[in-house]
């Protein structure tokens, strides 16, 4: 059993048997081949707009080009606190930017609050200070949670009374997507979205993500940065390849909501036993609960597989399911947690 992470699931058998039939004959490189050509009028479709997307092959180099394209050098990135690009990217989005500076914000589980962006003080004009240019924000976020099409909108207000360009580390878009209920389109562009990095990659890719620009003007840079920053595969159907099968007969939809109806089912499985605290609402396939240490060591002796969260020390646990957990894991995983709830400790 390991809920340690979306990213220890395999490649889905569809996206893998997408990769052996693109891998025969000779295709133009460098995203000339059928393949990539085919992405903007796919994802047109799906976002019912014209778009201007790259694919490319990690959630980083991904959230780190598109934030490239919103700022200047002297920019700023307001983003919450505990966003990836701020916490998890080793400095990916600073590096490609040429040193916009991101500017954590708190907010509670995990989402940006439009009032504290709005109250912030962002010294546009004042030479001193870095530039605002850019909000991110993460969907899903990074403690399970999904904003409502009314609160991307409520953000999006505030950006654009500030100039602010907005993106969207959509890592876990598939996921966010099927717990809303409601289209692409709504969530995205016609919120006041300017960029999405549409992942694929945790939900059945091997290695695969999409930055989709709604704004055209705002995607002219990006070849060039994905090509200066070494992230334009001279193979490159290999990549586009894997990002139309997912979207192939909804295989992207059917995987997201099969992880989170069994994100559903741990938690509430958890829920009822002593001395268990759900830490977040648990809206897309990551579970964050408090457990008494003689549960989680008992858990951890048992063989699962899960991460303290934050950090080694902490009695919060980060449970994530994907596309590949089965029923039986998750049955087995509350079983034996309820038996361990009930050993005296
Ligand atoms: C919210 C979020 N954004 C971006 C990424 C980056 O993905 P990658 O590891 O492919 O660079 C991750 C990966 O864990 C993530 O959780």
Redesign the pocket.
């Known amino acids: 059993m390991n809920f340690c992470?979306d990213?220890v699931s395999p490649v889905a058998p569809e996206i893998m048997a997408a990769l052996l039939s693109a891998n025969q004959g000779a295709a133009m490189p460098y995203g000339h081949d059928d393949y990539t050509q085919r992405l903007n009028s796919r994802f047109a479709e799906l976002f019912e707009t014209n778009v201007t997307v790259f694919p490319v092959a990690?959630?980083?180099?991904a959230?780190a080009l598109a934030l490239a394209c919103l700022t200047p050098v002297y920019g700023a990135i307001y983003c919450h606190a505990q966003a990836?690009i701020y916490e998890?990217?080793c400095g990916a989005p600073e590096f490609y930017t040429g040193g916009a500076k991101l500017v954590p914000l708190p907010g509670n589980h995990g989402k940006l609050n439009p009032e504290i962006l709005r109250q912030t003080p962002m010294g546009a004009g004042v030479v001193h200070q870095v530039q605002p240019a850019a909000v991110s924000l993460?969907q899903a976020t990074?403690a399970g949670t999904v904003y409502t099409v009314a609160e991307v909108a409520a953000i999006a207000e505030v950006a654009r009374a500030k100039q602010l360009f907005l993106h969207v580390?959509g890592?876990?878009f598939a996921n966010a997507l099927v717990h809303l209920g409601c289209t692409p389109a709504q969530i995205t562009w016609q919120a006041g979205v300017d960029v999405l990095c549409f992942?694929a990659?945790?939900n059945g890719a091997m290695a695969a993500?999409a930055v989709v620009f709604f704004n055209s003007d705002l995607a002219q840079a990006f070849q060039f940065r994905r090509k200066r920053g070494g992230h334009l595969w001279s193979k490159l159907r290999f990549l586009s390849v894997q990002l139309e099968a997912y979207l192939e007969d909804n295989l992207w939809l059917k995987q997201a909501s099969h992880a989170n109806a069994l994100a559903q089912k741990l938690a509430q499985g958890l829920i009822h036993l002593p001395g268990v605290n759900l830490c977040h609402p648990v809206e897309a396939n990551e579970v964050f609960v408090e457990l008494p240490e003689s549960l989680i060591v008992a858990l951890e002796q048992a063989g699962v597989q899960f991460y303290r969260w934050p950090d080694d020390d902490s009695q919060m646990i980060r449970l994530v399911t994907g596309f590949n957990t089965s029923e039986q894991e998750v049955r087995a995983f509350l079983a034996l947690a309820k038996q361990h709830s009930l050993l005296p400790v």
């Open positions: 992470s990213n990690t959630g980083t180099a959230n990836h998890d990217e993460t990074e580390d890592a876990r992942g990659t945790k993500e």
